[in-house]
């Protein structure tokens, strides 16, 4: 496994993930059930009367999931996913059961830190598609990654 430091990583580097996830009814429910218990992720006639016209994930069920894939990526930064937040997040499209996802995604932007010499800011734009190549979350975000530390002569 490769880790990245800030310098190893410039724009454009694409970083592609190592799994996927199959979503289920289940899954659906269930996270809905205690995060986001809206009707149309809870029950499939409910769903199939609603904006979606059938059941649809949570889109914080899909940004945990995004989490996990993201995680299961090329992308290794050393000392792990640290977020400081998010500029953009989309779900252009439901996540549906049988829906099968996987994540791709490109460095936008590469900085030193202004108050912390040891590390830098990274830009990085995640796009989550489902089995059929469509697009059902993106974001772009901003990660804390460290500075290769320096190795004493």
């Known amino acids: 496994m490769t880790l990245y430091y800030l310098e190893d990583l410039l724009p454009g580097q694409r970083f592609f993930g190592n799994s996927r996830i199959l979503i289920d009814a289940d899954r659906i429910k269930a996270f809905a059930s205690e995060f986001d218990p809206q009707p149309f992720h809870l029950d499939e006639e409910a769903a199939n009367s609603s904006v979606f016209q059938?059941?649809?994930?949570s889109g914080w069920h899909t940004a945990a999931m995004v989490m996990r894939l993201i995680w299961d990526s090329e992308f290794k930064p050393?000392?792990?996913i640290v977020g400081v937040g998010l500029d953009e997040l989309r779900?252009?499209?439901?996540?549906?059961?049988?829906?099968e996802l996987r994540v791709e995604s490109e460095i936008l932007e590469v900085r030193p830190?202004?108050?912390n010499p040891s590390q830098g800011l990274v830009k990085l734009r995640t796009t989550t598609l489902n089995q059929y190549d469509e697009v059902v979350q993106l974001h772009v975000g901003t990660?804390?990654?460290?500075?290769?530390?320096?190795?004493p002569n």
């Open 78 to 80: 050393a000392g792990g």
């Open 143 to 151: 990660l804390v990654v460290p500075k290769r530390p320096e190795t």
């Open 91 to 99: 779900w252009p499209r439901p996540v549906r059961p049988g829906d």
């Open 113 to 115: 830190s202004k108050s």
């Open 54 to 57: 059938g059941l649809a994930a």
